[in-house]
């Protein structure tokens, strides 16, 4: 095993758990938290100014778990 968390919850993830993502910067994360709540990873497109190349190679490190709002 590598020591790496099975990936971040993009639902519940802290400022600092998302910031602590390869590439990923502070203004991004900021409007990944607004955003919420997404039901797939595909949702994190409609986010402004994250690149479709950064949420590709982004992708192996994230997972999405039901918000409290969806349930």
């Known amino acids: 095993?590598?020591?790496?968390?099975?990936?971040?919850?993009?639902n519940h993830a802290s400022l600092a758990e998302l910031t602590g993502l390869p590439g990923l910067k502070s203004k991004i994360a900021d409007r990944i938290i607004a955003g919420r709540p997404y039901e797939t990873i595909d949702d994190l497109k409609r986010i402004k100014g994250l690149p479709a190349g950064l949420?590709?190679?982004?992708?192996?490190?994230l997972t999405v778990s039901p918000s409290a709002q969806m349930v």
């Open 1 to 10: 095993m590598d020591g790496n968390p099975p990936g971040v919850d993009i």
């Open 55 to 61: 949420l590709e190679s982004l992708r192996p490190f």
